[in-house]
């Protein structure tokens, strides 16, 4: 079944040492997302990728930062991960068609706890 | 103000029993999607309308357009629909704006 995959789905890290969250997908979509959603709050967009363009949403610390190597897979790197950077990361696809929406499709998440 | 503002927040009902979650949104919008997030979970797309009415199963879904609001039923609740639900709005430039989520306790 086409779908988005994330890994992995739980990720432990310390304070300041670097950690890469990894999203693949089989949907050939062009559009990727990544989102971060703190307990109990909505899912905030942090940048996505239109095909090999990337766009930061403005207020992403720099801390974030995402790597698109082919239209499969889609990276999330926290440079120095902060206490404040423990949520669940979510990656969603979609495909981008002129004037028309395009629904996007979630992965199942990872959470990552920092220690 | 959120610009997609959900009620209740919170929702605890017994086994059985007829749900209604509410969403309202502020701006014309492309799509509103029903979202369920089960505790530590993903997401889980349950319904994209941009008009009319959708059921599955025993969730169903209402959008008014002109009211700007749409409503998730969950008719026979079971304890395994306790989650949380989410109302989110697209835009025509992909744009996803989410409201805050009701959880919903169901209990036996």
């Known amino acids: 079944d086409a779908m988005v995959i994330q890994n992995p789905r739980y990720q432990v890290t310390q304070f300041g040492k670097p950690v890469t969250l990894s999203c693949s997908q089989t949907l050939n979509h062009n559009v990727m997302y990544w989102y971060q959603q703190k307990s109990s709050q909505a899912p905030k967009l942090l940048f996505h990728y239109y095909d090999k363009d990337f766009n930061n949403e403005a207020d992403t610390p720099d801390n974030f930062q995402s790597r698109r190597p082919n239209t499969s897979f889609c990276f999330l790197d926290i440079r120095s991960p902060g206490l404040g950077d423990a949520a669940m990361y979510l990656c969603?696809?979609?495909?981008?068609?002129?004037?028309?929406?395009?629904?996007?499709?979630f992965g199942p998440g990872t959470r990552l706890t920092v220690l | 103000k959120n610009e997609v503002e959900q009620s209740p927040q919170n929702l605890t009902a017994q086994e059985g029993e007829f749900i209604t979650i509410n969403c309202s949104y502020s701006v014309g919008i492309s799509a509103l999607h029903w979202l369920q997030q089960h505790p530590g979970g993903g997401i889980v797309s349950l319904f994209m309308?941009?008009?009319g009415k959708k059921k599955h199963g025993r969730l169903i879904a209402t959008i008014n357009i002109q009211e700007k609001h749409s409503s998730l039923h969950i008719t026979a609740s079971h304890p395994r629909d306790s989650a949380v639900y989410i109302c989110?709005?697209?835009?025509?430039?992909?744009?996803?704006?989410f409201g805050a989520g009701t959880r919903l306790t169901v209990k036996p």
């Open positions: 969603a696809t979609s495909r981008e068609t002129q004037g028309s929406y395009n629904e996007q499709f």
């Open positions: 309308l941009s008009s």
């Open positions: 989110a709005v697209g835009y025509n430039n992909n744009d996803m704006r």
